[in-house]
Every structure is written in structure tokens, then in C-alpha cells.
């Protein structure tokens, strides 16, 4: 197979979303108000990690049902010289005696907030006073809520009120109607004068633990001032035999599932696809084949070794990756040529549902990744995450890509890397293209999708979705050409947007 450059297209030859670029940055992020947040920080002096944290902030405000501070977050940092993997996610508590998917024993020790305290020391430039101004004041003065919203709502309405949210205003809230979040502006500002490593202890950390006490949770006080933030070495990728016009495609390492987009791309790469019909094909086969390996995802970098067999000629079946479709993107670039590539998360549509008042926040349920093998559950353990954002770096430059939808992440990966490399097609056309996930034994294919007849005949179980559905995610881009400017592309499936300054 043939790696060379990426191709970015101008913004009127192309009938998608086109690449844009501005001198001072770019972001690329699953709602327009946390690209303008980005932008802010941006245009203030802020750089890639100040502008990502902005944007996640405001995700905080807009999309509960998503991501939030009782949730987590994973990155990927790349400066001039090295990429670093962030790993904001927390255990399970030290006391625990049993977990569950959802309430007060699905609760891992937050690790968003950790995240941040982690980046900004690093990296920060701004005072996180700046970096939350837009988070704050929409909380504060409140969003008009969205239909899609209050449906979401309106699903899990019994989830919401047996686990003690009943009282929060969102329940119940129609749609139009808006929605205020005072007690989350209070958390932020309370970030924002003392920096997010509060958030482990004091009123806070009391807050948390009494209101899991209250519903049979064992997590307590000094499980949260436990908590640490990782920031480790990626797992990479080398794809092309030249040296001179390789790629390299950087995945977050363990304790998340990135290992697996590695596996798929590394045996991708041997072989050579007469045409894109068994290009899909091979693609599908690998995905299955490396998702049998998402339980020893903890083993890492010895995984990229692993020979994945796949049949060229018939489809195996064997299934493998699930349903789950939440989280959201952000990727960032500047002008020093930082790029970072995030997914924050509470997992299932408002984590837990259990609902902190006096911190406006729900809690996630991590605790329901657990599995089997090296990734069963048991008190003080991680599980393993979904989370799987990517950065790719040749002489091209460096690109953030990061995409909602659990287990379909890495699928959608898998393919916009593809056709970025192996067919050579422009970024933005590559992100809007038809795509195809496996999910619990089917593949679900998107309307339109050259392929879905020709993989049919090939002995998949097809099954059309409509162009745009949940599950083929929603790709955020951003990054930096070599000699050029910041640019990012935005995703057509989902909210996403981008923007630049």
C-alpha cells in the first residue's frame, strides 16, 4: 500500500464542509457555541490546549447529556517535537463491594477537572478566569434548549428521576424553553479562582461522596483525593515504506481502546486492495477481528504485533463492537503549530443520572466498560474507555481527528484515514463520505454508500442507515500543514462545526 501527503482542497471546489484556515488557529468541535468559545481563546493570545479546554467547557454547558465535569476526558498534545497522551479518567471506589451500569455503583472517580489542572500547568497561557469566561455566562444567563435535547431527556426520563433528577430543571424542560444552570456556573467560577484541582477535595469532593452515599454508592472523600492524572507517550503507528513520505498515526495508549484503531491500521497496511469495494471489506474484517482484543487493551504496544487474519473473499461475521454512541470532539491547532486532539464523555446519555445539585453536574457511569479478563471489574481499577482520539504527523504537518460513538470511533477512523491516505482524497471530502460501522453482529451502512451491495454480496449482514444517523459519529479536524496555517474541518453528520481566527 502506498502512504504519501494528505490533500486539502480549497473551499470552493468541493460540495462538503471545506477545510478552513486562519493565521492564529483553528477549531473543529461538536457544537458552534464550543468552536466560538475556542475561538475566544484564540483571538485573546490563547494557544491549542487554553482554546481545547474553552471549547470542552462550554460542551459542559450545552450537551449534559454528552459530557461534563463529572465525567472524563482523554488528549493527545502535540507540540514541535513530541505528541503526549493525557489520561483524565478515574477509578472505581477503593471500597467498593459491587458496580452496576447505571446509579450510584457505575461511578468512576471523575477525571475531567484533573485534566485540565494537568494541560493548563503544562501548557496553559490563559487564567482559566478567561478560558471559562463563555462556559460561565451560558451557564449563567442560560442556552434556549433544543429539541434534541429534551428528547434525549424524554428517553431517559426514568433513569433521570430514580436516580435523583428529577428536581434538576432540565427534566421536564420543553424544548425553546431556557435553560439556566447556576449551580454550574458557581463550579466554574469556582475553577476559575482556585483552578479545577479543587474539585478533589473540600465542598466539592463532600458534595459528590454525600449525594452517592445517598443513593447505596461507596465512593468517598478520599477516593477523589486519590484521583491522578496521567500524561504518558502515545501508542504509534508507521504507515509507508519510505521513510521520507511515511505517516505516522498516534492513538491514545492504555487504559483506552485506541490500541485497537493501531491494530486495524497496522494490518491494514499489508495488504493491497484491488479496489475500495474490498478495501470496506478488509476494513470491516480487521475492525472485528481487533475488537476480539478489546479486553486486553491494557497490554498496549505488544497488541501491534498481533497478526489479525481476515478472509478477503467472505465475510466472517464475527461481530464484536457495540452500540454505544455518545461523547464529544474537540481538536485544535495554533499558530506555534500545537495541535490537541480530545474526546470528553460521561459514557451513557447523562453517565449515571445520578444528579449532584449543589454542583449542577450529573456523575458518569464508566463502571459499566468493565468486562471480562484483564478488564473485570474490581475495586480501584480503571476500565477500559472508549475514548480514542488520534493525531497523525508526516511531512505534511500534524492533524487532530476525533469522532463520538464508542466503539464506532475507531471504525470511523479507520475509514477517514483510509481514504486520506490509501485513496487520496482531500480531507474534507474524505469526512463527509459515506461510512459503514459494525455493531452487534450487523453492518449498519450509511444511505449512499458505494459499497452496500458489493458487501452484501460478500456475506455481510447489511443493514441501510439514514445518511447522517447517530451512529456513524461525527469527525472534529483540525491541524497544521507544514509552512502553512492553521486549518480544521467540520464534520456535516451531528452539530459539529469549526472555526478560525
Known amino acids: 500500500m502506498r502512504y504519501e ?176 444552570q447556576p449551580a454550574l456556573a458557581a463550579l466554574l467560577r469556582q475553577f476559575a479562582a482556585q483552578g479545577p484541582q479543587c474539585f478533589y477535595g473540600g465542598n466539592i469532593a463532600a458534595s459528590i461522596a454525600r449525594r452517592i ?55 491494514f497496511a499489508r495488504w493491497t486492495p484491488r479496489d475500495d469495494l474490498q478495501a470496506d471489506h478488509i476494513a470491516v474484517e480487521l475492525t472485528e477481528a481487533s475488537f476480539a482484543y478489546r479486553d486486553r487493551a491494557s497490554e498496549g504496544q505488544d497488541l501491534l504485533d498481533v497478526m489479525l487474519e481476515v478472509d478477503p473473499a467472505r465475510a466472517s461475521r464475527r461481530g464484536g463492537p457495540r452500540a454505544y454512541l455518545h461523547t464529544a470532539g474537540v481538536s485544535v491547532a495554533d499558530r506555534s503549530g500545537m495541535v490537541v486532539s480530545s474526546l470528553v464523555s460521561v459514557f451513557d446519555d447523562f453517565g449515571s443520572c445520578i444528579f449532584v445539585p ?44 476525533a469522532t463520538p460513538g464508542a466503539d464506532g470511533q475507531v471504525q470511523t477512523l479507520l475509514q477517514v484515514i483510509d481514504r486520506i491516505l490509501r485513496r487520496r482524497e482531500d480531507i474534507a471530502a474524505a469526512i463527509a463520505a459515506p461510512r459503514w460501522r459494525s455493531e452487534g453482529g450487523k453492518l449498519l451502512i450509511e444511505q449512499g454508500h458505494p459499497s452496500a451491495e458489493g458487501l452484501q454480496a460478500l456475506g455481510h449482514d447489511v443493514a441501510l442507515r439514514p445518511a447522517g444517523a447517530l451512529c456513524f459519529g461525527a469527525v472534529a479536524c483540525a491541524g497544521v500543514e507544514a509552512g502553512g496555517e492553521p486549518f480544521a474541518v467540520s464534520d456535516w453528520r451531528r452539530n459539529n462545526w469549526a472555526g478560525v481566527v
Open 5 to 180: 501527503h494528505w490533500h486539502i482542497a480549497d473551499g470552493f471546489s468541493s460540495t462538503v464542509r471545506p477545510a478552513i484556515s486562519g493565521p492564529s488557529g483553528a477549531v473543529s468541535a461538536a457544537h458552534p457555541l464550543a468552536v466560538s468559545a475556542g475561538q475566544d481563546a484564540l483571538a485573546q493570545g490563547g494557544n491549542a490546549v487554553d482554546a481545547a479546554i474553552a471549547a470542552q467547557a462550554v460542551l459542559c454547558v450545552v450537551a449534559p447529556d454528552a459530557c461534563g465535569v463529572g465525567g472524563d476526558q482523554f488528549a493527545l498534545v502535540a507540540d514541535a517535537t513530541e505528541i503526549h497522551a493525557i489520561s483524565g479518567a478515574g477509578a472505581t471506589p477503593r471500597q467498593a463491594l459491587k458496580h452496576a451500569d447505571e446509579g450510584a455503583n457505575s461511578i468512576t472517580v471523575p477525571g475531567l477537572a484533573g485534566a485540565w489542572a494537568e494541560m493548563h500547568t503544562r501548557w496553559g497561557s490563559l487564567p482559566f478566569s478567561t478560558i471559562l469566561a463563555r462556559a460561565i455566562r451560558l451557564a449563567e444567563e442560560g442556552i434556549v434548549l433544543p429539541r434534541a435535547l429534551e428528547q434525549t431527556v424524554v428517553a431517559h426520563d426514568a433513569r433521570l428521576r430514580r436516580n435523583g433528577a428529577g428536581d434538576w430543571q432540565l427534566v421536564g424542560l420543553p424544548s425553546g424553553q431556557l435553560f439556566v
Open 358 to 401: 449543589e454542583l449542577g453536574i450529573v456523575l458518569n457511569n464508566r463502571a459499566g466498560g468493565f468486562t471480562s479478563g484483564t478488564n473485570t471489574w474490581a475495586p480501584g481499577r480503571v476500565p477500559v474507555h472508549t475514548l480514542a482520539p488520534a493525531i497523525m504527523r508526516s511531512g505534511c504537518g500534524t492533524m487532530a481527528l
Open 213 to 267: 452515599a445517598t443513593y447505596g454508592g461507596a465512593m468517598d472523600v478520599q477516593d477523589m483525593a486519590a484521583h491522578t492524572t496521567h500524561v504518558t507517550r502515545p501508542l504509534s503507528v508507521t504507515l509507508g515504506r519510505d521513510t521520507t513520505q511515511a505517516t505516522k498515526v498516534f492513538v491514545q495508549p492504555p487504559p483506552t481502546q485506541g490500541i485497537l484503531l493501531g491494530m486495524a491500521l497496522q494490518n
